[in-house]
């Protein structure tokens, strides 16, 4: 695993959606999406996100639209941090590969997530936040980065987190999930 990239930060989701791949090994019951993530590079102003679950198609990329979160409203000066994507209802999940994705309206110019520039596969693509996110997610331009993205799920187990390699800390001062452990190669349970 790697250590985040510290100055890599995926910038501008004004009217752009960006998912990465990820793979739920066991069927659950999503609750939410959660990034890390700040909007006060300017420009900016005040915005809103939602968090978007596609699922895989082949290639690999994103295909059918498996859920659409609420608008979360984020302030010009909203810091670095762990914010919640909420889903207004709980989504069933397979098991599977999915593209954990947000989308950001026309003022979220200065909205980024933290990732890393290498490891992962993600796709990102312009769609009018106004107008609701399009399904299929469409064509689009791949990378290989990584975001710090994670879903909250149930299983017949408890409760989980469905967690990335993004997401590994190489600094004393960058705050993890209040209560999430983070052990290599595994699921932590919360």
């Known amino acids: 695993m790697t250590a985040v990239n510290e100055s890599y930060w995926n910038i501008d989701h004004a009217n752009y959606k960006c998912g990465c791949r990820y793979q739920l090994t066991v069927p659950g019951l999503v609750s939410k999406l ?3 993530g700040s909007n006060n590079d300017a420009p ?3 915005c809103y996100i939602k968090g978007l679950i596609y699922a895989d198609a082949a290639g690999p990329a994103p295909g059918a639209l498996a859920a ?3 608008a979360v409203f984020f302030a010009s ?3 670095a941090d762990w914010y919640d994507l909420t889903l207004p209802a709980p989504v069933n999940l397979s098991a599977g590969y999915y593209w954990l994705t947000w989308i950001g309206d026309s003022a979220a110019t200065g909205f980024a997530v933290r990732g890393d520039t290498t490891g992962g596969t993600r796709r ?3 769609d009018t936040y106004s107008d609701g996110p399009t399904d299929p997610f469409g064509a689009g331009t791949d990378s290989a980065h990584k975001q710090c993205i994670y879903a909250t799920y149930t299983t017949g187990i408890g ?4 967690w990335f390699n993004a997401c590994q800390w ?4 960058e705050p993890r999930p ?3 452990l983070i052990p290599k190669l595994a699921f932590p349970t919360i």
């Open 34 to 36: 959660t990034v890390y």
């Open 44 to 46: 900016y102003d005040d």
């Open 68 to 70: 659409t979160g609420d």
């Open 77 to 79: 000066n909203a810091g």
């Open 124 to 126: 990102y693509n312009a």
């Open 159 to 162: 409760k989980l987190a469905w």
């Open 170 to 173: 190489s600094s004393p001062w």
């Open 178 to 180: 209040s209560g999430l």
